[in-house]
Each structure stands twice: as structure tokens, then as C-alpha cells.
């Protein structure tokens, strides 16, 4: 592209930054919302007296449905824009978290699988701003603007540390009080400041044909994959970290120290995603993928060990939580390059939908897989393991789209 012809498009994406970040800020409290109930769950369960299928379905619901509506946000963030879409996802989620509450302060379990299912709206605003963020940047960054706008996952960081303190120092009526404010708080924000990139034009096409042509391209299947391995895994982690911790480590981990140490596994992740978008604009994003699986499958090698709970256990957990980072941003600065303009919001919605199935799906084997003789989860963590090596192999086997276009081909 000449110089002249590019200049204008720079001036035009002017002030891109600045609503990407106020972006990955309504996705923060998004994600902080839909991730209210797993730092909670033991509390839950003792309440109410779940058993471990309960416990699994209970945290499950929430990323279920949160994965599943991606697809519908994604297409409908192709016709309405990202402005109009976080403000109607903010706003449906905050009868959500009041229904939580509800639910926990009257014990019912099943009023709070049916919350939880209301509540995995609030898990669709990442497909709102995967589309949103890349029309503000051009092809060869938008690795980087989608790596930061996945930065928003610190909503889970947030919940897992903030949510049982608030429970313990201000209530837990109160907490869900605050979480409902900030989504409306962020809503308003989110009308008024956020604003479409000049160069977005809405698709128009009809929802069902728009999924199926999605569903048409290679690169949709691909990506599905890989991101159900490394946000899979992140999800399913974030989620059910705590109960693994309390369960396997009972006498050295209480429910604060599991949110805490859960909250380092997401922060890990969420300063790894940008750098592997930014690494996948510079080397490919095929390199960058290969490392992070290569890195899960390793590190579930260990966590699958049992180790003694201390620094081996943490920094174990903290890489894990880094690799799925990298894959995550990876994946996403995959998609971009080779994907239509007027499709990568229905794509990245069936992508981020297969991220969310990937992490539906372990808490409820978890739970299966449990021995309660032995105290051990390892049968779980040994599925991990062959599902990322074949991931390994898979990604191995595809064509990196972001080397060629780093060597000028687009």
C-alpha cells in the first residue's frame, strides 16, 4: 500500500487506543461478573450441602451459556457495532448478579444453576471486542489491539481476589451489589465515550447465513480448536482453581488463599496475552502457539504430579496460566489476517464460543474424575495433557498466515 493511501487510514484510526482500552475496561467488569459465583463456591456448597456434581455443574453453567451466546453476540456485533453491543451486554447482566444474590442469600441451588445460566451473558462481551478492536487497528496490529483488549480477562483475577473479601468485610448481599453498580456504571460509560472505528460498516446479512458462511471457512474450525485448548483451559481453571485447591490442599489453602493464588493465575495470563499478540505480529502466530501448548502440556505434566503445595505448586500454575496466555493471543492475531473484515466478528464469535465450550467441559470431568480414596484429581489432568499434545500436532500441521504477511503478504 503507498504511503498516501496509508496515511489517511492512519488518521483515520486516530484515537484507536484510547476505546480499545475503555473497551477491555467494560470487559473487565464483564468478566468480573461472569466469573461471581466460582470464588464463592465453597461457601455455596457448604450452605447448601452440594455434592461434587453439583459443585461442577454450578461453576459449568455460567461458562456455558457464556460461550454458546458468543456466537449470536459475535454476528450481532457485526450488524450493530461494539458500541450499542456493550452497552446492551453491561445492562441484560446486571438483573443477572442481583438473581445471584438472591439465590445465595435464600440457599436455593436451584435458583442459583437458573442465575448462573442468566449470568453467562455477561461472559459474551469478549465477542463484542474482539470485532470492535480490530476495525481500529490495521491488519499488521491488530495482534497487539486484541491483545489488549484480552487484558479485560483480569475480570477474573478481579473476582477470584476481590469477590471473598468483599464477601467478608462489607457482606454478601453488598458485594453483589457493587458488582451490579459497576456494570452500570460501564454501560453509561460505554454509550457515551465508546464510539465504532470510521472504517467498520455493519453486515446485514441475516443471522443464520452469516454463521453458516463463517462456519464455511477453514480458518474458523482451526482456531476453534486451539483457543478451546488454551482459553478452555484458562476458563476451566479460573473457575475451578479454587475447589481444587481447598479439596487437594485442605490444610495449607483457605477459600481466601485459593482466590488469591487464583487471581495470580489469571493476572498471569492476562499480561501474557498482549505479549503473544504482539510476538504473533512480529514472528507468526503459528510460532507463538506452538510454544504455549508445548508449555500446557508440559506444566500439566506437573500440576498432574501432585506436587507438595508451596513454590514448586505456584510458579507451576503461574506458567501454565502465561502459556494459555500467549496461545490466547496467538490465536486471535491468527484470525485477523485471514478472515474477511465483514466476517471476524461472527468468526471470533465461534472462536470465543469454543474457548468458552473448552472450559464447560473439565469442570465437569474434574468432578467425574475425582478419587476421593486418593484425594487426586490426576485422571483429569492426564486428559489435559493428550488434548494438548494433539493440539501440539494439529497446529503444527497448519499454515502460518501471520509469517507471510510479517514478510509483506497480506
Do not use: C
Amino acid at each position: 500500500m503507498s504511503s498516501a493511501a496509508s496515511s489517511p487510514a492512519r488518521s483515520e484510526l486516530k484515537g484507536g487506543f484510547a476505546q480499545v482500552i475503555l473497551a477491555t475496561l467494560a470487559s473487565t467488569v464483564g468478566f468480573w461478573a461472569w466469573m461471581a459465583i466460582a470464588p464463592l463456591q465453597k461457601a455455596y456448597a457448604t450452605e447448601m450441602g452440594l455434592d461434587e456434581g453439583q459443585i461442577s455443574l454450578m461453576l459449568a453453567t455460567p461458562v456455558l451459556v457464556g460461550a454458546l451466546g458468543r456466537i449470536v453476540v459475535g454476528a450481532m456485533t457485526d450488524r450493530f457495532g461494539g458500541r450499542k453491543m456493550f452497552t446492551a451486554v453491561l445492562l441484560i447482566s446486571v438483573p443477572a448478579v442481583l438473581l445471584v444474590a438472591v439465590a445465595g442469600e435464600i440457599r436455593s441451588f436451584p435458583l442459583l444453576l437458573i442465575a448462573g445460566f442468566y449470568l453467562g451473558v455477561a461472559g459474551t462481551i469478549f465477542a463484542v471486542g474482539i470485532p470492535f478492536s480490530s476495525a481500529w487497528f490495521p491488519p499488521a496490529r491488530r495482534g497487539f489491539a486484541n491483545g489488549v483488549f484480552g487484558m479485560g480477562m483480569i475480570g477474573t483475577a478481579v473476582s477470584a481476589f476481590f469477590t471473598p473479601r468483599l464477601v467478608e468485610s462489607i457482606g454478601y448481599l453488598p458485594t453483589h451489589l457493587v458488582i451490579a453498580g459497576a456494570l452500570a456504571v460501564l454501560a453509561v460509560l460505554s454509550w457515551f465515550f465508546l464510539r465504532d472505528s470510521p472504517v467498520w460498516r455493519p453486515n446485514t446479512e441475516r443471522f443464520v447465513p452469516k454463521v453458516v458462511g463463517a462456519l464455511k471457512l477453514a480458518v474458523t474450525w482451526e482456531m476453534a480448536f486451539l483457543y478451546g485448548i488454551v482459553f478452555g483451559g484458562f476458563v476451566a481453571f479460573s473457575t475451578f482453581l479454587p475447589k481444587y485447591l481447598t479439596t487437594i490442599y485442605p490444610d495449607d489453602v483457605d477459600v481466601v488463599g485459593a482466590g488469591t493464588r487464583t487471581a495470580l493465575f489469571a493476572a498471569a495470563a492476562v499480561i501474557a496475552r498482549p505479549i503473544g499478540g504482539v510476538l504473533a505480529d512480529r514472528f507468526g502466530p503459528k510460532v507463538i502457539a506452538l510454544i504455549s501448548l508445548g508449555g500446557i502440556v508440559s506444566l500439566a505434566y506437573i500440576v498432574g504430579q501432585q506436587p507438595p503445595e508451596g513454590i514448586v505448586t505456584g510458579v507451576t500454575f503461574i506458567l501454565m496460566a502465561a502459556a494459555m496466555g500467549l496461545g490466547m493471543g496467538a490465536v486471535f492475531a491468527w484470525i485477523g489476517p485471514s478472515t474477511p473484515p465483514e466476517k471476524v466478528g461472527s468468526v471470533s464469535g465461534i472462536v470465543a464460543a469454543a474457548g468458552g465450550l473448552g472450559g464447560y467441559f473439565p469442570p465437569l470431568v474434574m468432578g467425574a474424575t475425582y478419587n476421593a480414596d486418593t484425594n487426586s484429581y490426576s485422571l483429569g489432568l492426564w486428559l489435559l495433557v493428550f488434548v494438548g499434545a494433539f493440539a501440539l500436532v494439529v497446529a503444527g500441521m497448519l499454515r502460518d498466515v501471520g509469517g507471510k504477511r510479517n514478510l509483506g503478504r497480506s
